[in-house]
């Protein structure tokens, strides 16, 4: 991972584009990303695998720059939601449901 966001900040240095990468932006392009991302699947199910791949890709791109950006390790800061998600949907309660925790 640690290796993937440096070839990601090296790209972007070469290009001049940190200037442009304050957390605020990084934060509406990930949005901007997902919105593409989901036009992938609008309208039916069928969707191109390689332009998903792409869309995703610009997605994960932008979170990893955030995390960066905020000094937040991306493993970890993912280990320790799913921390929390266990506590919220215990398995005994959430197992094949898609309930909200506060309904559960």
């Given at each position: 991972m640690k290796?993937?966001?440096k070839k990601i900040k090296k790209f972007t240095e070469e290009r001049d584009?940190?200037?442009?990468?304050?957390p605020e932006n990084l934060a509406k392009s990930i949005s901007i990303e997902s919105?593409?991302?989901?036009?992938c699947f609008q309208?039916?199910?069928n969707y191109n695998k390689e332009e998903v791949a792409s869309e995703l890709a610009d997605v994960l791109n932008y979170c990893l720059l955030l995390a960066d950006k905020c000094d937040?390790?991306?493993?970890?800061?993912?280990?320790?939601?799913m921390k929390e998600t266990e506590k919220k949907y215990p398995i005994e309660?959430?197992?094949?449901?898609?309930?909200k925790y506060t309904k559960l």
């Open positions: 290796d993937l966001i584009w940190d200037q442009f990468h304050s919105g593409e991302l989901l036009e309208w039916n199910s937040l390790d991306p493993k970890q800061i993912v280990l320790n939601k309660k959430s197992k094949g449901k898609s309930t």
